[in-house]
């Protein structure tokens, strides 16, 4: 009876507990890793999508080519500038076009300085509405910037917190913080969001910060507002079309990008895949010497057992029956590591999660456990630790009962 068999494999596994533990030691390691890394991917892009629907199906983005999914105007081969947006605005099918700047600047509170960036702030009120809408921005103290403010700053929820903004001293409305050798009166506090940007901005009036960073024209990133029931695909081709002729360039040799939410998510999943299969192939060396470790354990198994397996024969089992015990043990041997990898896997990414978000204000590092990654890292250890013991259970399988008998170790 299969049971019977399984009953047997158990029991041989637990009278070698110390060398069953050690072999197991690289199914879990590898499986460990595996969970903790595909469980946080999963769930930093769930988060991701989460946080570009908030942001709507209605919008474009345009930066300068090179600076790609992330902070925008970090190391741009093109730019784009004021010109752009008074172009864009004349395009059919747009109704809004929103600049923002984001500078890396030093900021000075409490006699810490800490370099970081800024955030531009529209100077127009319909404008700041957009954004305001697109993030849902909510203020946990004070108010937002208003038409006439100049040096006035909105901190995120993480600045304003004196163990996490690097000032040692909590920052509330109406302090005063130095912004690029400028005082700036904090009038605002924005509310906990758990995207790093939010959380972490030092949000100014648009002309301040050009004069902050003498730049006059140019813009990190434009957001386009499309018109209702307008085809984004065909809007983001006529102001690439417009930009291109603008500038002179040819199709293919643009130095900006327009994109849409959809093409959006597609740059972030490509590079959260290629980060994650990355890992996981580090991950499963691990796996690779955790099936070597169960292949020698077997072998060893097999010449301890050789006298056993002749007993065995002599009474009636067949060669099937021995070969089955042998695979059946290798099997158990991947799936306990499995099942300990999978525990803890989850118990790490959760410690990621939990330390993320205590410690950093990360709340977009959720750890995510589909029901198809548990049984999927069940599976494929008991499959590496089946597959590892195929060779030492065919070897016990061909022993013949009477020189099995005659065998010393």
Do not use: C
């Amino acid at each position: 009876m299969i049971s019977d068999l399984f009953k047997l494999s158990f029991r041989n596994l637990q009278n070698r507990k110390l060398r069953s533990w050690l072999t197991m030691l690289g199914i879990f390691v590898g499986i460990a890793a595996v969970v903790a890394l595909i469980s946080l991917s999963q769930g930093l892009q769930a988060a991701i999508f989460e946080q570009f629907a908030d942001l709507g199906t209605d919008k474009l983005v345009v930066q300068g080519k090179g600076s790609g999914f992330g902070p925008p105007g970090l190391g741009a081969v093109g730019e784009v500038t004021k010109d752009d947006v008074e172009l864009i605005e004349k395009i059919s099918g747009v109704e809004q076009v929103v600049g923002r700047m984001l500078e890396p600047t030093t900021v000075e509170f409490n006699d810490k300085e800490v370099y970081t960036f800024v955030i531009s702030s529209p100077d127009k009120e319909e404008d700041r509405k957009l954004v305001e809408k697109a993030f849902n921005v909510e203020y946990e103290q004070g108010r937002g910037l208003r038409d006439g403010d100049k040096y006035k700053v909105v901190i995120g929820y993480t600045n304003s917190l004196e163990d996490r903004n690097g000032f040692e001293k909590e920052i509330v409305v109406g302090e005063k913080i130095d912004i690029e050798g400028k005082d700036f009166e904090v009038v605002g506090v924005l509310e906990k969001t758990g995207q790093f940007t939010t959380d972490g901005a030092f949000i100014v009036p648009e002309e301040v910060l050009r004069d902050l960073v003498d730049k006059e024209e140019t813009y990190s990133v434009l957001a386009v507002q499309a018109r209702p029931n307008v085809d984004l695909d065909e809007l983001a081709l006529k102001i690439e079309k417009e930009m291109r002729k603008d500038r002179n360039q040819d199709e293919g040799e643009e130095d900006f990008t327009v994109q849409t939410p959809g093409q959006l998510l597609e740059t972030a999943s490509s590079i959260l895949n290629i980060v994650t299969a990355v890992l996981i192939g580090i991950a499963a060396i691990s796996l690779l010497v955790g099936g070597i470790g169960i292949t020698n354990t077997m072998y060893t198994s097999v010449l301890q057992r050789t006298k056993e397996i002749g007993i065995m024969k002599s009474i009636g089992a067949k060669n099937i029956d021995i070969r089955n015990i042998f695979l059946i043990e290798s099997g158990l041997l991947g799936f306990v590591g499995g099942a300990i990898g999978v525990f803890l896997g989850a118990s790490a990414a959760k410690l990621v999660e939990v330390v993320a978000s205590t410690q950093f204000g990360l709340d977009i590092l959720k750890a995510h456990f589909p029901w198809y990654l548990i049984f999927g890292a069940l599976a494929f250890s008991f499959l590496v630790g089946t597959i590892s013991g195929v060779t030492p259970a065919k070897q016990a399988a061909k022993l013949s009962p009477v020189d099995a008998l005659r065998f010393k170790l």
